[in-house]
């Protein structure tokens, strides 16, 4: 039997506020396969945000169990969440967070310059003209982000966050700087990656872009109101968008 990417039972939040106890999440269960491409969505104040901040190792639960890739982290402290957390991780943000005075090559190189990789020079540029060569930018690794467009500036992005082969790439509305054609693309991108065997989990609140995930996980009162199958439809990219 396939072990689950993410496996969460019964998981709670509870915030103190003074004397107030606020519950962000009451008991949450959520079970992700491999090669799983699943979409969360709710209001503000649903939970989606402690959620996911949960999933990608920010934060840790008041109750409940939370296994990423067989590890379970519900207990792990700070630092040794940062360490799975650039093990099996990658992050992909609203706001692109390049080093502007940095080429594309090194802006993805980064994350193999943390943690326990121990790669040569030359192994972390090999890994970084791959991850770049999948999200459409050969030919663009000597390129700022300033010569960059917004789209391609999140693929820069996006390939930062493959490089180190995580269990899951976890985004967090990574459209919402790019305008609709541009938005569609880089959902492109996604759902081939995710054809290609990534696990994928997107945070938005745009119900289009969430119908390029396989599945939609609406959150609503700190509960997953409804985990509904999606007709997944295609979309044709654009490399150099």
């Known amino acids: 039997m396939t072990q689950p990417v993410i496996e969460i039972r019964g998981l709670e939040k509870v915030y103190e506020m003074g004397e107030v106890e606020v519950r962000a999440l009451a008991g949450v269960d959520l079970l992700v396969e491999p090669g799983d491409f699943i ?11 402690t959620l996911m901040n ?7 639960p008041t109750r409940g169990s939370y ?10 402290g700070r630092d040794d969440r940062a360490v799975i957390r650039n093990a ?16 594309a090559m090194e802006n993805v190189e980064l994350p193999l310059l943390y ?8 192994q972390r540029h090999e890994a970084a003209r ?18 960059l467009s917004g789209g391609q500036q999140q693929r820069v992005a996006i390939a930062r966050a493959l490089v180190t082969d995580p269990a899951i790439l976890l985004a967090d509305e990574p459209t919402g700087n790019l305008d609709s054609r541009t938005s569609i693309e880089i959902m492109g991108i996604f759902q081939e990656l995710n054809d290609g065997g990534k696990t994928v989990v997107l945070i938005t609140h745009e119900p289009d872009i969430a119908q390029h995930a396989k599945r939609i996980v609406h959150v609503r009162d700190g509960l ?5 199958k999606i007709a997944q439809h295609r979309v044709t990219t654009t490399a150099t968008s």
Request: charge should be neutral.
């Open 88 to 103: 099996k991780i990658g992050f992909v943000f609203q706001s692109f967070n390049l080093l502007s005075r940095t080429s």
């Open 67 to 76: 296994r990423l890739d067989g590890v379970d982290v519900s207990e792990l």
């Open 115 to 122: 943690g326990e990789f121990g790669w040569t020079r030359a």
């Open 224 to 228: 997953i109101q409804q985990d509904e």
């Open 39 to 49: 979409a969360i969505m709710g209001p503000s104040g649903s939970g989606k945000s």
């Open 54 to 60: 949960i999933i990608g190792c920010l934060d840790r």
């Open 130 to 147: 791959r991850s770049l060569e999948l999200v459409g930018l050969k030919g663009r690794e000597g390129h700022y982000p300033s010569q």
